[in-house]
């Protein structure tokens, strides 16, 4: 099981990212795929996650409105689509695997590499 993250960069606040997670040894739809970051000093934060059983999508309340996870199943890839950035959203994002829905990085096996997200004008 391995996941990909892809899609950081440097942005200025009020644009937006697309953040891709590519999944290989399982399919998106088997694990519960959750979207995690983390900033310097700081732990590392739930901000989304997918259910594996039927797709539906929660998101931490900070998060909400602005972000929106999607999978393709066809591309065995998920998206965390970001709107809206602020400078209080620079961290590393993760995406991760495992068996239930959740916002606890506990609960999760299976860790994408990081990707880096720097919001600054």
């Known amino acids: 099981v391995q996941l990909q993250a892809s899609g950081g960069g440097l942005v200025q606040p009020g644009g937006s990212l697309r953040l891709s997670c590519a999944a290989s040894?399982?399919?998106?739809?088997?694990?519960?795929i959750g979207w995690f970051r983390q900033a310097p000093g700081k732990e590392r934060e739930g901000i989304s996650c997918?259910?594996?059983?039927?797709?539906?999508?929660y998101y931490a309340d900070s998060m909400k409105g602005r972000f929106t996870v999607s999978r393709d199943s066809a591309k065995n890839t998920l998206y965390l689509q970001m709107n809206s950035l602020k400078p209080e959203d620079t961290a590393v994002y993760y995406c991760?695997?495992?068996?239930?829905?959740?916002?606890?990085?506990?609960?999760?096996?299976?860790w994408g590499q990081g990707t880096q997200v720097t919001v600054s004008s």
């Open positions: 991760a695997a495992g068996p239930v829905t959740s916002f606890y990085y506990s609960d999760y096996d299976y």
């Open positions: 040894g399982f399919t998106v739809d088997e694990y519960a």
């Open positions: 997918i259910s594996s059983s039927d797709g539906s999508t």
